[in-house]
């Protein structure tokens, strides 16, 4: 993934922090008033989605890594959150001769504690997968996660809390910190805008900070990296598990914006679609995951009369963008402005 | 502010002329346009939807009945994303059709949150009417208490007493397993065994071969869509009905069987609500249905969409307003049903709609008189047996 | 759970006829990658379009399953061709995943076409009538046309396999992957050599299509979920050899064949434990060069 990355690059770093910085502004601008000319919950959603991306894309544009698996700490971290809010019950199992089973707590937690919950195991998920997957590389790498990801789908239409094939629904909204009534549309508006932005921040800064310099030379020249005496394995499995936590940290938002969590958001179809969204908004650029989320939510949403066309197109715009986009719509326009994005 | 007054102000006197004039009402069908379910429900029943509003003729008078799609494509993150916009943007009053039962469900909830109407035809889940149930639904066609029930009964009582269950491993599927098993056993069957099969699963040699070995006179299908095509299709490859044991599908409908041809599916027993071949009006509507939808005929589904499109719009008509779903519905479950499809019925205090069930055998090929004359009437289920007696399905509406 | 020693071979014989469609399908994978170092997601694609050639072989130009094993696989191979001209070759100076990106979107739009057109409700095909019929072999029942399916594929796959690493044909073709620039010296056309490959790879999926076509039901999705387990079984196997592809494809067909006798619950997940597990103990894969 190198290639698309590397020439853009080259603007100084002052300059490129100015025009970040004038980018961020005008996006939360955006967004603060999008509400108003737009249905909401379907920005909510796409917000969750943006987020999604993001953290997908800080290991495909930064690490090199492609993950073709996400949909798992996205779609578990959905379900975790939304099981949490709506019923609540933890068990573990421990051996006393026979598997038996205890349970931990058993009522439903308020949104915010769910979600933390929610992400703390899409991080674990992560952690495992990763470990797993960083033993192989490129190619193999993406197959790895998609098999892995397959094996938890299989879990997910199985398990009795899933719900299988009903999914948990409907997921309560609630009360954040038992004060803000998440049933309103503005507040949990706010609600969500909040979250993308802090997640967004945080890889933001993760990618500027001397770790992601690191993760950056790993994606470069690996070997250059391990003689420079870096263990590039750890750095890739940090990398992989804050990437995997943060998708989970969209992904158990979502079941309070939809008020569901479904097998949709496990299934192989999503992880695709993440990559697709990433690809289009331009790889290894910090604003292109949003902008290519908000585009294929968009279409899905609109074009949603078209049946099959929505798929057929989403495979034409994979085609376009390998053979004449690899920038993606926002790296060619940084590209074209001599800015980073 | 005062600009939005005036905003307010005219888009009032927009739909009170609209009032005036003609009075609109959205009915929205929503379901699987393409995938799985698409030739038993889809488009075909957006036809079925308009077809029942034109055949009301001179009683939509002064209305204007209009008929939106939309493919949920068996997601519920979907379907309730759709139905949502539907009812706050485009102000739809009636969500009808949702095959599938995880979406049915979403949606159900929806409409019950905004007040307004959900005519199920295509989902199975009789959890719509039992502890799920709610005041703004009505389903209409069959549910998987019916099916298990029709099903198991008869089967049982023509003496398949001993059964064997090829069940997908997941919610639905162990529904289906779990309210066929009771019905068996309460009519003296016995339950050999079961086993679960992946889902969605391709190969179900290994399990058939369990299923042979069980000696079990029937092999119940607890699946759906193409498990259940490709279930039977390996059976007929293994001899297995050759060999003297019975197929029960659980969930069959007319357009599986005319993907698997009869020469594979002969001999499969099941339950449904209505058949395209039982009467001339049947019939009739058949080969207007056909004509309209690239020569596919009407499944049981479509025939749902029909009747309660016309029923629902009876009863908007005489209430002079859809804007209180709840309100229709109440209309609706107090007045008889009567159409030209399912005859007089009534809908019950849970939703339930009550007609006769009918148990068919798919016909031999040489008994077949061309495409589409598939199955043979072996029994009817009267409406008072056919479902789900009011006081089990523990339904909040029953009760309290 | 007591051991029926009959009941038994049965599952293993069909879990060797569910191998027969790993391995002719990885087996594919095995010789694109080799070649083009893409890894062919629309493989799954390709496979679905055999078995939907062989119908409309039947259908419209009244050609049976004996002709459709030989046209179908011609026909979507030609495609094959096709897709690497156009698309594809423009890609081989690039990063490995710009193909796997190109050819999931390919899958795409060769699946969304497909159910748009057809649905998804499955497309009758039936068995051809010399195969039809079920011999008896006294522990389990074999239809005549898995025992076909087991037989042929194993001839394919070796003649395959004998093709590649035995002849002259197959020695230039390893030649190319280790140097092209060298084997293009001795005048020999490598871009035609790889594009041949690849139509050859495509070729194989659609031939896989086409014996699964009469079994399962020829339908849009058959080759999607499919190919992901064929994925894994390429992890477990390692790509670096023909043969490997070859062997890990039939045994894990075995392996998942006994996993639905004892635990059926898990005959969906096994494949994919078996890849963490090897990916633990043996990151190269069964048969991989160390990476």
Known sequence: MAQAVEQITAPTEASSHKSEMIAFAIMVLVLAVLPAFVYPPFLMKALCFALFACAFNLLIGYVGLLSFGHALYFGWASYFAAHLAKVGKISIPYWAGSWQWVTITNSPMVPELAIFLAVMGAAVLGFVAGSIAIRRQGIYFAMITLALAQMMYFFALQAPFTGGEDGIQPVPRGYLFGLFNLANERVMYVFVMVVFLLGFLLIYRVIHSPFGEVLKAIRENEQRAISLGYKTDRYKLVAFTLSAAIAGLAGAVKPFVVQNASLTDVHWSMSGEVVLMTLLGGLGTIFGPVLGAFTIIAMQNYLAGFGQWVTIIQGGIFVLCVLLFRRGIIGEIANLLRIRL | ?400 | ?291
């Open chain 3, 1 to 291: 759970m007591e051991i029926n020693l009959p009941a038994l071979f049965g599952q293993l014989l069909i879990g060797l006829i569910n191998g027969s469609f790993y391995a002719l399908l990885s087996l594919g994978l095995a010789v694109i990658f080799g070649m083009l170092n893409i890894i062919n997601f629309a493989h799954g694609a390709q496979y679905m379009m055999g078995a939907f050639v062989a119908y409309f072989l039947l259908q419209f130009a009244g050609l049976n399953y004996w002709w459709a094993l030989i046209v179908a696989p011609v026909i979507v191979g030609g495609v094959g061709i096709l897709i690497e001209r156009s698309l594809l070759q423009w890609l081989y100076k690039l990063d490995h995943l710009y193909g796997l990106l190109l050819t999931f979107g390919l899958a795409l739009i060769i699946q969304g076409l497909f159910r748009h057109q057809y649905g998804s409700s499955g497309l009758p095909y039936q068995i051809p009538p010399q195969l039809t019929g079920v011999r008896d072999l006294g522990f389990t029942f074999l239809p005549n046309y898995r025992a076909w399916v087991v037989v042929f594929s194993l001839v394919v796959c070796f003649g395959t396999w004998y093709m590649i690493e035995k002849t002259r044909l197959g020695a230039y073709l390893r030649a190319a992957t280790e140097n092209p620039t060298l084997v293009r010296a001795f005048g020999i056309n490598v871009p035609r050599m790889i594009t041949l490959t690849y139509g050859f790879g495509v070729a194989l999926a659609a031939l896989a299509g086409v014996m699964a076509a009469p079994i399962y039901a020829v339908n849009p999705t058959m080759g999607a979920d499919i190919i992901i387990v064929v994925f894994a079984v390429v992890v477990i196997g390692g790509m670096g050899s023909i043969m490997g592809a070859i062997v890990t494809g039939f045994g894990l067909g075995v392996v998942e064949g006994l996993t639905k006798y004892f635990f059926p619950e898990a005959s969906n997940t096994v494949i994919f434990v078996i890849m963490v597990i090897v990916l633990v103990t043996r990151p190269a894969g069964l048969f991989g060069r160390a990476a």
């Open chain 2, 1 to 400: 502010m005062k600009l939005l007054r005036t905003a307010i102000l005219s888009a009032a006197m927009v739909s009170a002329g609209a009032a005036y004039g003609q009075q609109t009402v959205k009915i929205g069908v929503l379901n699987d346009m393409a995938g799985t379910y698409a030739d038993l429900a889809g488009p075909g029943s957006v036809i079925a939807a308009r077809m029942a509003i034109e055949d009301l003729g001179d009683l939509t008078k002064g209305w204007k009945f209009e008929v939106v799609g939309a493919d949920h494509q068996n997601k519920p993150d979907i379907g309730s994303n759709v139905v949502r916009q539907w009812i706050d943007v485009d102000k739809v009053d009636v969500i009808v059709d949702v095959p599938t039962s995880s979406v049915a469900l979403a949606v159900n909830e929806i409409v019950k949150e905004k007040n307004k109407a959900f005519l199920v035809s295509g989902a199975a889940a009789s959890d719509l009417t039992g502890p799920r149930c709610s005041p703004n639904t009505v389903h209409w066609t069959y549910d998987t208490w019916a099916l298990a029930n029709g099903t198991g009964n008869a089967i049982v009582k023509t003496g398949g007493d001993s059964w064997f269950f090829l069940t997908a491993d997941y919610a639905f599927g162990h529904a289906l397993e779990r309210d066929t098993m009771a019905v068996v056993n309460k009519n003296g069957g016995k339950v050999v065994g079961s086993v679960r099969h992946p889902f969605p699963g391709q190969d179900f040699s290994s399990f058939l071969l369990q299923a042979q070995a069980s000696k079990a006179k029937i092999i119940g299908l607890a699946n759906a869509g193409a498990d259940t095509t490709n279930a039977i299709k390996q059976a007929a490859e293994f001899g297995i009905t050759q060999k003297g044991q019975n197929l029960a599908g659980l969930l069959v409908f007319l357009t599986d069987i005319h993907g698997l041809g009869l020469k594979t599916a002969q001999g499969l027993i099941f339950t449904e609500a209505w058949y395209w071949d039982m009467n001339d009006a049947n019939r009739a509507f058949a080969k207007r249905f056909a004509a309209a939808n690239r020569g596919v005929h009407p499944s049981m589904v479509h025939a749902g969409v029909y009747s309660s499109v016309q029923h629902y719009v009876k009863s908007v008509i005489a209430l002079k307003s859809a804007t209180d779903g709840k309100a229709v519905i109440d209309h609706m479950k107090a007045n008889k049903t009567k159409d030209a499809l399912f005859g007089e019925g009534e809908i019950r205090k849970d939703g339930r709609k009550i007609h006769p069930m009918y148990l068919f055998e798919v016909k031999k090929p040489e008994e077949s008189k061309g495409p589409w004359d598939y199955y043979k009437l072996r029994a009817t289920i009267p409406a008072n047996e056919a479902f789900r007696p009011l006081a089990d399905g523990k339904c909040p509406l029953v009760s309290g």
